[in-house]
């Protein structure tokens, strides 16, 4: 089961798994108390839409994408639907669509078409170096240091929208521009972590740490701590047990941690039944 460190590419990989895996999940949490369960596929589907037209056009393969998730971002901090009839995730749901559409417009006038697409989807995590690590754990310790510090911050934010998903009278509620500010805040963080993120993970596998362990968390525990730490663990799990599915089986990473993540869901899904049921 150990074996695989003997190799110094799993090593990376399982590095950098870890790296995106403790800050997607946190955030992941955030995500799902919200309901916006569909704004990291669409932030990490702008991100390689950037990645898409950074190819394209020869040019600017870091800033380009930085621009496009940073501005995805800002643009879905302000959406503010008054129609109860329409809900934010349709919104959100229509420019993944779009982005998707236009990401494989861009890819398909490159040499290697169906390969960059399967990059875009599941990354290529087996080929990271120490300089991206590097690099990418700068930027995520910087995230999750402004996470730590404003924690009660966020975490009155993440409640406030379960709390108040409309006003009495039925009408949509409205943000304070204090919530307006923190909201904006959250969702740049989230934006700079996926575009980072997909580089090297892919959209799927990012999609899947960032929603799979907090659900899980939310599952498996009741008070904020104790969900970020459930799932925190739970996308180590994920990490460990999909790069040695990888490994001993000869499958692609970033599928195999998806898949693996997916198994441990059902694990808990089964846990949390059989407990609500002994409750009942």
């Known amino acids: 089961m150990f074996e695989m460190f003997q190799l110094d590419f799993i090593v990376l990989a399982f590095v950098i798994s870890i790296i995106i895996g403790v800050l997607l999940s946190y955030l992941g949490v955030h995500v799902v108390k919200r309901g916006i369960v569909f704004v990291d596929l669409a932030l990490g589907q702008i991100a390689s ?57 861009l890819i398909s006038k490159s040499p290697h078409g169906d390969s960059d697409i399967q990059e875009v989807l599941f990354g290529n995590i087996l080929s990271v170096d120490w300089a991206q690590i590097r690099l990418l754990g700068g930027i995520f310790f910087l995230i999750a240091l402004v996470h730590f510090i404003f924690r009660k911050k966020f975490f009155e934010l993440s409640e406030f929208f379960v709390t108040h998903d409309t006003n009495a009278d039925g009408s949509e509620f409205k943000l304070s521009r204090n919530l307006k500010f923190w909201n904006f805040i959250f969702y740049i963080s989230i934006g700079l972590t996926i575009v980072f993120a997909v580089r090297t993970s892919g959209v799927i596998p990012v999609f899947s740490f960032l929603i799979i362990p907090a659900v899980c968390g939310i599952m498996l525990a009741r008070k904020n701590l104790s969900i970020a730490l459930v799932a925190t663990g739970i996308s180590l799990l994920g990490a460990f047990f999909g790069l040695n599915v990888s490994y001993h089986f000869d499958f692609p990473a970033g599928s195999s941690l998806v898949a693996v993540l997916g198994g441990i869901f059902i694990i808990v899904s089964i846990i949390y039944l059989i407990r609500n049921r002994r409750t009942t």
Request: proline share 2%.
């Open 49 to 105: 839409l950037g990645v898409a037209f950074s190819d394209y056009v020869g040019y600017g393969k870091t800033i380009i994408p930085i621009a496009f998730a940073l501005v995805g971002a800002l643009l879905m901090s302000f959406i503010h639907i008054r129609d109860k009839r329409l809900k934010v995730e349709a919104i959100i749901g229509i420019i993944y669509g779009v982005a998707s559409a236009a990401t494989v417009m």
